[in-house]
């Protein structure tokens, strides 16, 4: 099942990179596997996913040991206090949204002898107070600073969109963040390259791989409905 529902995914993937005149090989596929146990997650791995993602450390620190070898992604807003027990573990933090957090990133990294922490800054791109993530005009300040760290690599940008928005509107916002992510890869900052722009899950990773994303983080299309207890 899991297997089936992979490659109707892939397929529209490469449906929508296609319509954008992209390459499919280009989308990178972050499979969220939040509340769905190893076994599952061993049998995505099985049918070629090479990327997982949680949104929550302490699930990331139940399933580590249990699944076959794959790249983790932490993709859910992030404590500074719990920064401590996934820099050694993750490949790619998607959600930092302040400085305090990269700060504390850097820390951690230096204690755990983790030469390089990649990160990607969250951007709340349309501005709902309930949303995490750096406001756009805030950027520019967090882009700087990262160059004066040793550790932390800023390597794009992430947004989620409230769950809410018709589908002209989340064009829109996507759009809106695609202009900021080809803006500052114009511009140089040090320690930084827009290399990701991860946006994009199961209701609507198709408007964002047409509107310029190469990330996306797809859950439900996959395992199914999460079993929340």
């Known amino acids: 099942m899991i297997g089936e529902r992979l490659d109707e995914v892939r397929r529209e993937i490469a449906r929508s990179a296609e319509k954008a005149g992209r390459k499919p ?4 596929l972050v499979a969220v596997t939040k509340t769905h146990g ?8 099985e049918c070629g996913v090479t990327d997982i993602g949680e949104n929550k450390v302490q699930e990331i620190l139940d399933k580590y040991d249990k699944v076959l070898p794959v790249r983790w992604h932490l ?17 790619l933090i998607h959600s930092v949204d302040s400085i305090r957090l990269m700060d504390e990133i850097e820390r951690q990294a230096e204690i755990h002898n983790v030469s390089q922490a ?6 709340n791109i349309s501005g709902e107070e309930t949303k995490y993530g750096a406001a756009p005009e805030e950027l520019d300040a967090i882009l700087t600073h990262c160059g004066q760290l040793k550790h932390v690599k800023i390597k794009g940008l992430m947004t989620i969109l409230p769950k809410d928005c018709d589908d002209v509107t989340k064009r829109l916002f996507f759009n809106n963040i ?5 803006d500052k890869q114009t511009k140089t900052y040090h320690n930084v390259s827009m290399e990701y722009l991860s946006m994009g899950m199961s209701g609507d990773f198709a408007a964002a791989v047409e509107c310029g994303a190469n990330m996306v983080r797809i859950g439900s299309k996959i395992f199914g409905e999460r079993n929340y207890i």
Do not use: W
């Open 178 to 182: 695609r202009t900021i992510f080809v």
């Open 38 to 45: 190893p076994e599952m997650i061993n049998e995505a791995i």
């Open 25 to 28: 090989s280009d989308i990178l």
């Open 118 to 123: 990649d990160i990607l800054i969250q951007i």
């Open 75 to 91: 993709i859910g807003h992030l404590q500074t206090n719990k920064v401590k027990y996934i820099i050694d573990k993750v490949c």
